[in-house]
């Protein structure tokens, strides 16, 4: 595209220092405390959806946090893109482990990184990435190159189930009407490998709850005689994996789809290497399902993982108790064709089902989602695929993803388009974790390629 180049060399510190503006706001969508900079962010991108040539830009109110819905109408007789993304971030705790405040975002150069990288909360996932769609806009409408309707929706409460959303989608599915969705919240294989993803699991995610007696017990009084719920929850979790770290829950693999060998022998020509996996992690050896790859492990099949435990004593030295009660967080990864609500009901059936004598136990679910996956052979893909090839050099991967955007399968189901997941962060970028970054190179290569996008699905289109 003509300029593009050009454009953003000129521009790359000023993209950087709006991105840092952005960034400055802690919208936290999971803490309540934090509302008021959730609605500050909606402001923001508002803001520069219109700076960025959106001709009409709203900000539609929910019972939740607002979506900001912005468009740029140009012919009707050209196909239309509408671009996914979220203004909301996950808490940035445990704080004391970053090097620099979360909110406070600094560019510091890694290994990986030698030209920098941008730390901050939401610095990949996704302010950075729904970030660069805007200024992708930018430079189209600014240098008259836009080739096609554009919407952008793009939501403050991703990180907390976008139930919102769901709603909103289903009573604007003619607003939204679009040709093919365009999102960057997933990462590529590595930052010379581009990669398309092109599934996504889905997730149920529980909280279980187990109690035995009716209060507090001194351990050496009542110790060995009553059942005490932390140590039946952990033998309770401790089944339901078997030896060879299958689920053990009833009928949990009923409508898991198995790839062919050719699949699976295509998949795993992706590059990856497993020393260098466990480098990076600082273990010393994999661990997972008998029989599959790592990279298999934590794509194509589903999982169930503890995400926090607690109850009884856990403050400072040591006090003899035996807590009434004891908690757990687990989350189900899900592969397409799984329903996580059937998923969720036969985790619930089963976790009850399993509890000994001496205590009850209560399931809690919270949000979850339907998984993904997108064929290759359609004008979306093809057209990221030529979008990647001019950009990076090379033609990127089809790659099967591990993390969820339940919001994708109601795309399906609701606007009959396909999404194409355009992800420029890396594994190694450490979403939800302290020290969150987005290395430069990946946000102005993200810049970069997106017009492209555009231009190519555009031209294969019509
Ligand atoms: N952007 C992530 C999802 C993601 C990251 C997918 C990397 C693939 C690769 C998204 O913001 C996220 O964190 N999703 C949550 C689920 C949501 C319901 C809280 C997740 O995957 O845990
Ligand atoms: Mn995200
Ligand atoms: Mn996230």
Redesign the pocket.
């Known amino acids: 595209m003509n300029l593009l180049q050009p454009y953003l060399k000129s521009n790359k510190d000023r993209f950087v220092q709006e991105l840092f503006n952005l960034l400055k706001i802690p919208s936290i969508s999971a803490d309540s405390s934090y509302a008021k900079d959730v609605y500050k962010a909606a402001d923001f991108v508002a803001d520069s959806l219109k700076t960025a040539g959106c001709d009409t830009v709203e900000i539609c109110q929910t019972k939740g946090f607002p979506i900001v819905y912005g468009e740029k109408l140009i012919d009707p007789k050209l196909p239309t893109i509408l671009v996914y993304g979220?203004y909301d971030v996950?808490p940035a705790d445990p704080i004391e482990l970053w090097d620099a405040p979360a909110f406070e975002p600094i560019i510091k150069k890694t290994e990986l990184h030698p030209e920098g990288a941008i730390f901050a909360r939401g610095a990949?996932?996704?302010k950075g990435?729904m970030f660069m769609h805007v200024k992708a806009l930018e430079f189209m409408t600014s240098t008259d190159q836009l080739p096609c309707n554009v919407k952008f929706m793009i939501e403050g409460e991703?990180?907390?189930?976008?139930e919102n959303l769901a709603d909103f989608v289903k009573n604007n599915t003619t607003k939204l009407k679009n040709d093919v969705i365009l999102i960057s919240?997933?990462?590529m294989i590595a930052k010379d490998t581009p990669s398309i993803?092109t599934g996504?699991?889905g997730?149920s995610?529980v909280e279980v709850e187990v109690t035995g007696p009716n209060r507090d017990l001194h351990s050496g009084i009542y110790g060995g005689a009553v059942a005490n719920p932390i140590n039946v929850l952990a033998k309770m979790i401790a089944t339901l994996h078997d030896e060879n770290n299958h689920i053990t829950i009833p009928g949990f693999y009923d409508k898991v789809e198995e790839l062919s060998e050719e699949e699976r022998a295509e998949m795993a020509k992706a590059p990856f290497s497993l020393e260098d996996y466990k480098d990076s992690l600082k273990i010393n050896a994999v661990h997972g399902e008998k029989g599959y790859s790592t990279n298999e492990r934590n794509s194509i099949r589903p999982t169930l993982d503890v995400n926090g435990i607690w109850g009884g004593y856990t403050g400072e030295g040591a006090k003899t108790v035996i807590a009434s009660k004891a908690y757990a967080k687990i989350?189900m990864?899900l592969v397409p064709n799984q329903d996580y609500e059937e998923i969720t009901l036969l985790f619930k059936t089963h976790f009850e089902n399993i509890a000994p004598k001496g205590v009850t136990v209560k399931v809690t679910p919270h949000?979850?989602?339907q998984g993904y996956v997108t064929p290759i052979d359609t004008v979306g893909y093809k057209a990221a695929a030529m979008a990647y090839k001019d950009t990076f050099g090379t033609a990127p991967i089809p790659q099967r993803?591990?993390?969820?955007?339940?919001i994708v399968a109601l795309f399906e189901k609701e606007l009959k388009s396909k999404t194409i997941?355009m992800?420029f962060?890396l594994?190694s970028d450490a979403?939800?974790s302290p020290n969150e970054h987005f290395g430069l190179f990946n946000y102005f290569k993200g810049i970069e390629t997106i017009p492209l996008f555009y231009k190519y699905f555009t031209e294969l289109q019509s």
Do not use: A, W
């Open positions: 979220h996950q990949c996932d996704d990435q991703e990180e907390v189930g976008s919240d997933t990462g993803t996504l699991r997730l995610y989350s990864r949000h979850g989602g993803g591990g993390g969820s955007i339940p997941l992800g962060g594994d979403i939800h």
